[in-house]
C-alpha cells in the first residue's frame, strides 16, 4: 500500500466479460427497452425521464391499485415534484406479499447472523405472516396511517419486521441509529411527533453489551407525543423501567386477518423520515414516499449490483442510516435476500468479515473504505483463510476512496476480477448520483457514470458545465422518482440547501471531477474545499497522498484562514506505528511532488482517531470547528466525541 497513486494516473483495473454482461439486471433492462449499449441507455434516461421510470417501474413489477394518472407532475416546481400521481400503492405488499405465495414462497427473504454467530433465517412466506402479526398488533396498539413510529434496534430480523408492518399499516416509519445518545433520539423522535417506539433491551459489540434501552427509556422522558414502546430482546438483559412496555412477543401475537390487511396508501404517501446531519445543530429530517425511496433502492441495487431474485446482498449498516432501509426495501422489491450482520465487523478477530461472507454465501457485499483501510493493516492473509467463491462484486458507498485500499480490497481478497461498485448520492437522493455496474470498465476510486435516470452534470460557479479535468459542483439537472419530498416541516430550509444555488438544479454539495476517459470522481463535500494558491482543491485529493505513505493509516484535510494565503492547508493523520522526526517532511514532500509546493499543508499534526460518523465517515467540519475553537455544531452523528477533545488539546499545545 505504499506506492504514491493519484487520480491522473490510475488505469482501468476490472472489465467485464461478454458473457457477464449478458447475464445482468442491467442488460435484460436494455432489452426491454430496445436500446444497444450503455451510452444509448443512459441517453433514454435523461432525455425522457417519464419514459424512462415507467419503464423501470415495469421492469420492477410495480404494481398500482389504481392505476396512476400521471407519471410526474411539476405543476409546482420541479422542486415539488410528484410522481406517480393518483396510484395506489402500499410498498410493503410489492416488498413481500408477491413473493410470499408460489415458487418463491420458500426463497429465504432475510438471512440474520449476530455477534455471538447465531445464525437465523427466514422465507418470503414466514416474513410475510410476521409482517402481518406486527402489523396487527401495531393496530391494536392505536397505531394508525399517517402516524410516525420511531425504530431503534439494531439489524435483526425484527427491524425488517417493524419496518415493513408501520408502513403497511401507512404510518410513518423514522428510524434513528442504535448507538444514538439521549439528545440525538430525543430530537428526532420529538421533531417528528413520534407516537410509539421500537427499541430493545442491549445488544452485543465486541463482546460487551451497549445498553440501548436505557438510552431509549432517558429520551422517552423528553418526547411527550410517545404513548407506545414496544420492547425487543436481543441480550435477554434485566430491565428495571417505569415505563409501561409491551413485549415485542406480545404484540406480535395476533392471527386477525382483517387488521393485518394493508392499509390503501397513495404513491405519493409519506412512508419514511431519514435524518441525516446539518452543518448547523439542526439535523434534516429527510421525507420520502412509497414511490419514491423504495423504487429509486431498487433501481440502483438491479442496475449497480445486479441484485436479482435470489441474489444475498449484505451491506455493513444500520437502520438509522439510509443504506439499511435502501438495503431492505431494494433487495426484497427485487426479490433479493437482505443478508445482515449485527455486530463489529472485526470481532472477535480481523477476518470476522470474510467469515460472515463464507457462511452465509454472501454474493454482494457493501463495505466502507475506512474498515478496508483497517482490515488492510492486518495482513494480506486473511480472506484467503476463507472461501469467498461465492462474492461477485463488492460495493461501497458513504466517503471518498483512496487508491492504495482500494487496490488492496481489489487485489488482494477479490483477486482482481471482483468489481467495486462505487455508489456515491445521500439520503435525500434515495440512493445514487454516481454507481459502478457490470457492463463498464472500472478504474480504481471511479465512479464510470452517473446512475441511468440522474442528469448528473459538474458545473462550474456561474452554473455552466466545467471541461473534463477540471473540479466543479455535482448537480442534477432534472427530476428523478428517488427525490427528497422536501425536510419534514422545513420547505424553506429544503429550497435553501439545495435548490437556491442554480434555477432549477440540484446543488448536491460534492466536488466532482470527471478524467479525460469519462470517470467520475468525487473529491469530498464542497463546503470542505480548499482554494489554496487560486488553485481548488478536494480534501480525498490530498488525503489519497498522505495515506500513501507506509506509516499513515488515514487522513483529514482542512482549510483555515490565513492572511497571507488567503486560505492554508492543515492535515491530521493517524498513524500505523510511532512517526519518524522528519516524517513531516516527507509527507510534505509527497504532497509538494504531486501537487506542487503551494498545495503542501502548511500544519500536520498527528493524533489517535478522527471525528467519524457510526458509519465511518470522517467529519471535517467537526476537525476544521476543533481546530478553529469553533461550535462543530450537530455532533449527534458523531462516534467519537473524544477525538474532537484530542484535536483541541494537540492544536493547543503546539500553537
Known amino acids: 500500500?505504499?506506492?504514491?497513486?493519484?487520480?491522473?494516473?490510475?488505469?482501468?483495473?476490472?472489465?467485464?466479460?461478454?458473457?457477464?454482461?449478458?447475464?445482468?439486471?442491467?442488460?435484460?433492462?436494455?432489452?426491454?427497452?430496445?436500446?444497444?449499449?450503455?451510452?444509448?441507455?443512459?441517453?433514454?434516461?435523461?432525455?425522457?425521464?417519464?419514459?424512462?421510470?415507467?419503464?423501470?417501474?415495469?421492469?420492477?413489477?410495480?404494481?398500482?391499485?389504481?392505476?396512476?394518472?400521471?407519471?410526474?407532475?411539476?405543476?409546482?416546481?420541479?422542486?415539488?415534484?410528484?410522481?406517480?400521481?393518483?396510484?395506489?400503492?402500499?410498498?410493503?405488499?410489492?416488498?413481500?406479499?408477491?413473493?410470499?405465495?408460489?415458487?418463491?414462497?420458500?426463497?429465504?427473504?432475510?438471512?440474520?447472523?449476530?455477534?455471538?454467530?447465531?445464525?437465523?433465517?427466514?422465507?418470503?412466506?414466514?416474513?410475510?405472516?410476521?409482517?402481518?402479526?406486527?402489523?396487527?398488533?401495531?393496530?391494536?396498539?392505536?397505531?394508525?396511517?399517517?402516524?410516525?413510529?420511531?425504530?431503534?434496534?439494531?439489524?435483526?430480523?425484527?427491524?425488517?419486521?417493524?419496518?415493513?408492518?408501520?408502513?403497511?399499516?401507512?404510518?410513518?416509519?423514522?428510524?434513528?441509529?442504535?448507538?444514538?445518545?439521549?439528545?440525538?433520539?430525543?430530537?428526532?423522535?420529538?421533531?417528528?411527533?413520534?407516537?410509539?417506539?421500537?427499541?430493545?433491551?442491549?445488544?452485543?459489540?465486541?463482546?460487551?453489551?451497549?445498553?440501548?434501552?436505557?438510552?431509549?427509556?432517558?429520551?422517552?422522558?423528553?418526547?411527550?407525543?410517545?404513548?407506545?414502546?414496544?420492547?425487543?430482546?436481543?441480550?435477554?438483559?434485566?430491565?428495571?423501567?417505569?415505563?409501561?412496555?409491551?413485549?415485542?412477543?406480545?404484540l406480535v401475537k395476533t392471527d386477525d386477518a382483517i387488521l393485518s390487511a394493508p392499509e390503501p396508501t397513495n404513491a405519493e404517501d409519506p412512508l419514511i423520515i431519514l435524518y441525516t446531519s446539518g452543518t448547523t445543530g439542526r439535523?434534516?429530517?429527510?421525507?420520502?414516499?412509497?414511490?419514491?425511496?423504495?423504487?429509486?433502492?431498487?433501481?440502483?441495487?438491479?442496475?449497480?449490483?445486479?441484485?436479482?431474485?435470489?441474489?444475498?446482498?449484505?451491506?455493513?449498516?444500520?437502520?438509522?442510516?439510509?443504506?439499511?432501509p435502501w438495503l431492505i426495501y431494494g433487495a426484497l422489491i427485487l426479490g433479493g435476500t437482505v443478508t445482515i450482520y449485527d455486530g463489529a465487523p472485526d470481532f472477535p478477530a480481523a477476518d470476522r468479515i470474510w467469515s460472515f461472507v463464507s457462511r452465509n454465501k454472501v454474493e454482494i457485499l457493501g463495505i466502507s473504505p475506512t474498515l478496508v483501510r483497517s482490515l488492510a493493516t492486518k495482513g494480506d492473509d486473511l480472506p484467503k483463510k476463507h472461501d469467498l467463491s461465492s462474492l461477485r462484486a463488492f460495493a461501497s458507498t458513504g466517503e471518498p476512496w483512496n487508491p492504495a485500499p482500494w487496490l488492496w480490497l481489489f487485489e488482494k481478497v477479490g483477486n482482481s476480477r471482483i468489481p467495486i461498485i462505487n455508489y456515491s448520492g445521500g439520503t435525500e437522493i434515495s440512493g445514487g448520483i454516481l454507481m459502478g455496474n457490470f457492463l463498464l470498465p472500472i478504474k480504481p476510486c471511479s465512479f464510470p457514470a452517473p446512475c441511468p435516470g440522474i442528469d448528473a452534470a459538474i458545473l462550474n460557479e456561474d452554473g455552466e458545465p466545467v471541461e473534463r479535468g477540471r473540479v466543479g459542483e455535482l448537480c442534477i439537472r432534472k427530476p428523478w422518482i428517488g427525490m427528497a419530498r422536501g425536510f419534514w416541516r422545513e420547505p424553506e430550509r429544503y429550497i435553501q440547501t439545495y435548490w437556491s444555488r442554480f434555477e432549477k438544479i440540484w446543488v448536491h454539495g460534492d466536488w466532482a471531477m470527471q478524467d479525460t476517459d469519462g470517470h467520475w470522481y468525487i473529491l469530498g463535500r464542497s463546503d470542505d474545499t480548499l482554494k489554496v494558491a487560486g488553485k481548488r482543491v478536494g480534501p480525498a485529493e490530498i488525503e489519497s497522498l498522505l495515506v500513501s505513505h507506509p506509516a499513515v493509516m488515514e487522513s483529514a484535510v482542512i482549510g483555515v484562514p490565513d492572511e497571507i494565503k488567503g486560505t492554508k492547508m492543515v492535515a491530521f493523520c493517524v498513524l500505523k506505528e510511532k512517526g519518524t522526526e522528519n516524517l513531516r517532511d516527507e509527507l510534505r514532500e509527497i504532497v509538494a511532488k504531486e501537487m506542487g509546493k503551494p498545495l503542501a499543508p502548511s500544519e500536520i499534526y498527528f493524533v489517535s482517531i478522527l471525528p467519524k460518523t457510526r458509519n465511518a465517515k470522517i467529519m471535517r467540519r467537526v476537525v476544521r470547528a476543533a481546530y478553529m475553537g469553533e461550535d462543530p455544531g450537530d455532533l449527534s452523528a458523531l462516534e467519537n466525541p473524544q477525538a474532537v477533545e484530542e484535536i483541541r488539546k494537540i492544536v493547543k499545545n503546539n500553537n
Open 1 to 250: 500500500m505504499n506506492e504514491q497513486l493519484t487520480f491522473e494516473n490510475l488505469p482501468v483495473a476490472w472489465k467485464p466479460t461478454d458473457e457477464m454482461i449478458e447475464k445482468t439486471q442491467l442488460m435484460r433492462f436494455m432489452r426491454q427497452i430496445s436500446v444497444k449499449d450503455w451510452d444509448e441507455l443512459y441517453s433514454f434516461s435523461v432525455s425522457d425521464v417519464e419514459k424512462f421510470t415507467e419503464e423501470v417501474l415495469r421492469f420492477l413489477g410495480i404494481k398500482f391499485n389504481p392505476a396512476y394518472e400521471k407519471i410526474l407532475d411539476v405543476s409546482d416546481g420541479i422542486e415539488w415534484a410528484k410522481w406517480c400521481v393518483g396510484g395506489g400503492l402500499n410498498i410493503v405488499q410489492m416488498c413481500v406479499d408477491r413473493w410470499a405465495e408460489g415458487e418463491t414462497s420458500s426463497n429465504l427473504a432475510v438471512i440474520w447472523e449476530g455477534e455471538e454467530e447465531t445464525i437465523k433465517q427466514v422465507t418470503y412466506a414466514e416474513l410475510k405472516r410476521m409482517v402481518e402479526s406486527c402489523a396487527a398488533g401495531l393496530r391494536k396498539n392505536g397505531i394508525k396511517k399517517g402516524d410516525a413510529v420511531g425504530i431503534h434496534l439494531p439489524m435483526m430480523i425484527e427491524t425488517v419486521v417493524a419496518l415493513l408492518a408501520v408502513n403497511r399499516i401507512g404510518a410513518i416509519a423514522v428510524p434513528v441509529f442504535s448507538g444514538y445518545g439521549v439528545e440525538a433520539i430525543a430530537s428526532r423522535l420529538s421533531a417528528v411527533g413520534a407516537k410509539a417506539l421500537f427499541t430493545c433491551d442491549a445488544f452485543p459489540r465486541r463482546g460487551k453489551y451497549f445498553e440501548a434501552f436505557k438510552i431509549a427509556e432517558q429520551s422517552l422522558q423528553r418526547c411527550p407525543t410517545v404513548e407506545k414502546v414496544f420492547l425487543v430482546r436481543r441480550a435477554g438483559v434485566k430491565l428495571k423501567s417505569s415505563l409501561e412496555l409491551i413485549e415485542y412477543e406480545e
Open 283 to 324: 439535523p434534516k429530517g429527510i421525507v420520502h414516499t412509497h414511490c419514491g425511496f423504495p423504487i429509486k433502492a431498487a433501481q440502483d441495487m438491479a442496475f449497480g449490483t445486479d441484485v436479482g431474485i435470489g441474489t444475498r446482498i449484505c451491506w455493513i449498516t444500520d437502520i438509522g442510516w439510509m443504506m439499511g
